[in-house]
């Protein structure tokens, strides 16, 4: 049972089964409540089902100092207090999971016997969902290199690169629910209007340009997060207006995901990325 704390300032904190600090208790990774909508009419057994969402994730963290000394028990105390503060975001690592929190509680209680300081950490974390630690990166449309070293050029020639062949790719989201993902096109030369298709669900995003050799435009598909923007080098601009009014912001499904590229003009000068975090229930 070992687990980190990260602040937005980057300072971490380990807790574990050792000194100095000792976890004994851990709750709420596993599990998650949910709020359910319903509607009941008058004289009606029972209620329609509406909706059903997932409250905010708590997770209570326990356990004790363990130091030689009370003043080093005063110095791990004030390193803890200032690491779980309140005024700062973090972030969870568990399991080789991870989840966003801000800090609802962080103190301690002595015991008037052994004269222990135990601490006691309650996270609220609000999305309920762990996600992976790194990020999942599929290329759609892609040069695959053929370059091996040592380096020997034959007489005939030889290729640097291939295009890869397909059009279509299947994307599979290992989580347990939809999650949002940012799509990266890349144009090698003149691309008009870029897009990318699930074929499952026919939902699309479209970007009415025309790219020339260099431009990049990122989509962001995220719930609370959906963007457009323009990349030059280190300069990022607002594209949200480049979108087609029919575009939606599709999320992967758990599962696969069959997605297919496409452009109106020099579609093999398209490059095509997708980037995502599966998301887990629990861990």
Request: proline share 4%; with cysteine; glycine share 6%.
């Amino acid at each position: 049972m070992e687990l980190t704390y990260i602040n937005e300032d980057g300072r971490s904190i380990t807790l574990k089964q050792s000194r100095p600090y000792f976890l004994t208790k851990i709750d709420g990774t596993g599990n998650v409540r949910q709020t359910v909508n319903t509607f009941k009419a008058p004289d009606q057994d029972g209620a329609f089902y509406i909706s059903s969402t997932l409250d905010m994730r708590n997770i209570i963290l326990e356990g004790t100092v363990v130091a030689n000394t009370p003043d080093d028990a005063y110095v791990w105390r004030q390193r803890f207090l200032q690491i779980f503060s309140p005024k700062l975001n973090g972030m969870l690592v568990y399991r080789e999971r991870q989840i966003a929190c801000v800090v609802e509680e962080a103190g301690f209680t002595v015991s008037t016997r052994q004269r222990i300081p135990n601490f006691f950490v309650s996270l609220l974390c609000p999305s309920p969902f762990f996600e992976t630690l790194d990020e999942v990166r599929e290329e759609l449309a892609s040069w695959i290199p053929l370059l091996e070293f040592e380096l020997e050029i034959p007489e005939s020639g030889m290729e640097f690169g291939m295009r890869q062949p397909s059009q279509i790719i299947t994307v599979e989201n290992i989580g347990d629910v939809s999650c949002g993902c940012e799509i990266v096109f890349q144009a090698l030369g003149t691309v008009t209007n870029p897009e990318l298709l699930n074929i499952d669900t026919g939902e699309y995003i479209r970007l009415l340009t025309t790219m020339n050799a260099g431009d990049e435009l990122r989509v962001y598909t995220h719930f609370a997060g959906k963007r457009v923007v323009s990349v030059n080098g280190t300069v990022v601009t607002n594209a949200f207006s480049l979108l087609d009014t029919d575009s939606v912001f599709f999320q992967l499904a758990s599962g696969i995901n069959t997605l297919r590229y496409d452009a109106s003009v020099n579609m093999e000068l398209l490059e095509v990325s997708i980037y995502y975090r599966p998301q887990f229930l629990g861990v």
